[in-house]
């Protein structure tokens, strides 16, 4: 009987220390690995809403075309009959509204101002998109580890109560710690699965980022995230981000489109001239009280507005006051960077302190105790309880690497972001 019992602790050390393969985590759907330059060129290349966004571009610069079109020559041409004998009539002209004070000039440059303002928004646009795909990249590789580290700790729960079954019937143990462990190990899967969700759904918003429309293909991404560890000056970012980021200088181009918008309304200011010009042909007049023979005129005429009901003042006041208002903004995006600047290095310079502190051992330390407790809990010397608590504790020192590895990459792309550089490239 000894040796029966002998032979079954070999049989439930070998089960212990060999992982279960039976999680049941669903693998068959197709997964293509995807580094992050691919990853972020598919984003640049084919993303739609960047797409869309591109487009105001070529509307902006549409409107400098129509900010050229000048005022159409218009043809009249008005004809007579008379039943008296009077003679008939046909009259014939042209009118042309002459624009002065340089409003079409004032509309071109208004226009190309616009574009300008259109291409830094855009710039703008593809910074925060830029960071945003960066940001569901790194979530998706977190997403992946933490579904590890579910399945390896219901992988090491399922191995255990199954290595209780056996025990039990060897009366080593009661039966309530058989339950105990089978109860882990189904709860457990719970997680497994909560945490497989995660990871798919992170894997679709890839999809979305790259415009893929068919999700039978999800891209699974890596990286070994060895390009993290920098070193800045507060000071030398606050600089840098001034000079660099798009929404500030298309701040800095909606004053000079107020400027312009301002020049636009001073110039419909100024009266525009209608000419004329025009030919009558008058047939012969064959009535005895006043015959008259074939005969043609000319004429030429001059139109001029009269202003004193509608000099447009309300046009010139809306430009002045959109030209404080954009200065305004100026001012409280400047202050909002040098804020957003120094929140973001702060939490960059914390992030890299807490993920430091994973270097001393944390997770090679909580591994060996568990390992530890299993290996004492084998030969009866450990309770099940403890091995269970130790288990939690190494499964959240796994999470808090993980989330505290996903933080710290964050906050790189967030400071990276707030600045308007892009240096990463893990």
Same mark, same amino acid.
């Given at each position: 009987m000894k040796l029966v019992k002998h032979i079954f602790k070999i049989v439930l050390w070998l089960l212990?220390?060999?992982?279960?393969?039976?999680?049941?985590?669903?693998?068959?759907?197709?997964?293509?690995?995807?580094?992050?330059?691919? /990853?972020?060129?598919?984003?640049?290349?084919n993303n739609l809403e960047y797409a869309a966004e591109k487009y105001n571009i070529n509307l902006a610069e549409a409107e400098i075309e129509n900010a050229k079109i000048i005022p159409d020559v218009e043809w009249s041409v008005e004809g007579t009959s008379n039943r008296k004998q009077m003679g008939n009539g046909l009259e014939t002209g042209l009118g042309w509204t002459l624009e002065l004070g340089g409003k079409r000039k004032a509309r071109i440059d208004l226009a190309k101002s616009e574009v300008e303002l259109t291409r830094y928004l855009l710039q703008d646009f593809l910074r925060n998109l830029?960071?945003?795909?960066?940001?569901? /990249?790194?979530? $998706?590789?977190?997403?992946?580890?933490?579904?590890?580290?579910? &399945?390896? !700790?219901?992988?090491?729960?399922?191995?255990? $109560? +199954?290595?209780?079954?056996?025990?039990?019937?060897? %009366?080593?143990?009661? &039966?309530?710690? /058989?339950?105990?462990? *089978?109860?882990?190990?189904?709860?457990? &899967?719970?997680?497994?699965?909560?945490?497989? !969700?995660?990871?798919k759904n992170s894997l679709v918003a890839l999809n979305l980022l790259m415009g893929m429309q068919h999700t039978d293909t999800l891209f699974s991404a890596y990286s070994n995230f060895s390009d993290f560890n920098r070193d800045f000056i507060l000071s030398d970012l606050i600089i840098t981000a001034q000079n660099n980021r798009a929404d500030l200088r298309a701040a800095l181009q909606g004053k000079n489109v107020s400027q312009k918008m301002l020049k636009l309304a001073k110039a419909n200011r100024m009266m525009d001239l209608g000419i004329s010009a025009g030919m009558q042909f008058?047939? *012969?007049?064959?009535?005895?009280?006043?015959? +008259?023979?074939?005969?043609? %005129?000319? +004429?030429? %005429? &001059?139109?001029?507005?009269?202003? /004193?009901?509608?000099?447009? *003042? %309300?046009?010139?006041q809306v430009a002045q006051y959109t030209i404080k208002k954009a200065e305004t903004e100026y001012k409280q995006i400047e202050l909002l960077i040098q804020t957003e600047v120094t929140q973001a290095y702060y939490n960059f310079v914390n992030t890299k302190k807490q993920m430091q502190q994973f270097s001393n051992g944390l997770l090679s330390e909580s591994k060996a105790i568990l390992e530890g407790k299993i290996y004492s809990y084998q030969r009866g010397n450990t309770s099940l309880l403890e091995v269970l608590d130790a288990q939690r504790t190494y499964n959240d020192v796994q999470q808090n690497y993980y989330q505290t590895l996903f933080n710290y990459s964050s906050a790189l792309v967030e400071l990276e972001r707030t600045v308007g550089i892009w240096d990463i490239n893990f």
């Amino acid at each position: 009987m000894k040796l029966v019992k002998h032979i079954f602790k070999i049989v439930l050390w070998l089960l212990i220390t060999t992982p279960s393969m039976k999680a049941q985590v669903d693998t068959t759907f197709f997964k293509q690995p995807i580094n992050y330059i691919n /990853f972020i060129e598919r984003v640049k290349e084919n993303n739609l809403e960047y797409a869309a966004e591109k487009y105001n571009i070529n509307l902006a610069e549409a409107e400098i075309e129509n900010a050229k079109i000048i005022p159409d020559v218009e043809w009249s041409v008005e004809g007579t009959s008379n039943r008296k004998q009077m003679g008939n009539g046909l009259e014939t002209g042209l009118g042309w509204t002459l624009e002065l004070g340089g409003k079409r000039k004032a509309r071109i440059d208004l226009a190309k101002s616009e574009v300008e303002l259109t291409r830094y928004l855009l710039q703008d646009f593809l910074r925060n998109l830029h960071a945003e795909a960066t940001l569901q /990249f790194l979530e $998706s590789i977190q997403n992946k580890n933490l579904l590890d580290v579910q &399945l390896n !700790s219901y992988k090491t729960l399922q191995t255990l $109560s +199954s290595s209780d079954s056996i025990r039990y019937k060897l %009366g080593d143990i009661a &039966l309530i710690d /058989f339950k105990q462990s *089978k109860l882990e190990a189904q709860a457990m &899967l719970n997680e497994v699965y909560q945490a497989e !969700s995660d990871w798919k759904n992170s894997l679709v918003a890839l999809n979305l980022l790259m415009g893929m429309q068919h999700t039978d293909t999800l891209f699974s991404a890596y990286s070994n995230f060895s390009d993290f560890n920098r070193d800045f000056i507060l000071s030398d970012l606050i600089i840098t981000a001034q000079n660099n980021r798009a929404d500030l200088r298309a701040a800095l181009q909606g004053k000079n489109v107020s400027q312009k918008m301002l020049k636009l309304a001073k110039a419909n200011r100024m009266m525009d001239l209608g000419i004329s010009a025009g030919m009558q042909f008058n047939g *012969k007049a064959t009535n005895e009280e006043a015959p +008259s023979p074939y005969h043609t %005129g000319f +004429s030429a %005429g &001059l139109t001029i507005p009269l202003r /004193f009901l509608n000099n447009r *003042k %309300g046009e010139v006041q809306v430009a002045q006051y959109t030209i404080k208002k954009a200065e305004t903004e100026y001012k409280q995006i400047e202050l909002l960077i040098q804020t957003e600047v120094t929140q973001a290095y702060y939490n960059f310079v914390n992030t890299k302190k807490q993920m430091q502190q994973f270097s001393n051992g944390l997770l090679s330390e909580s591994k060996a105790i568990l390992e530890g407790k299993i290996y004492s809990y084998q030969r009866g010397n450990t309770s099940l309880l403890e091995v269970l608590d130790a288990q939690r504790t190494y499964n959240d020192v796994q999470q808090n690497y993980y989330q505290t590895l996903f933080n710290y990459s964050s906050a790189l792309v967030e400071l990276e972001r707030t600045v308007g550089i892009w240096d990463i490239n893990f």
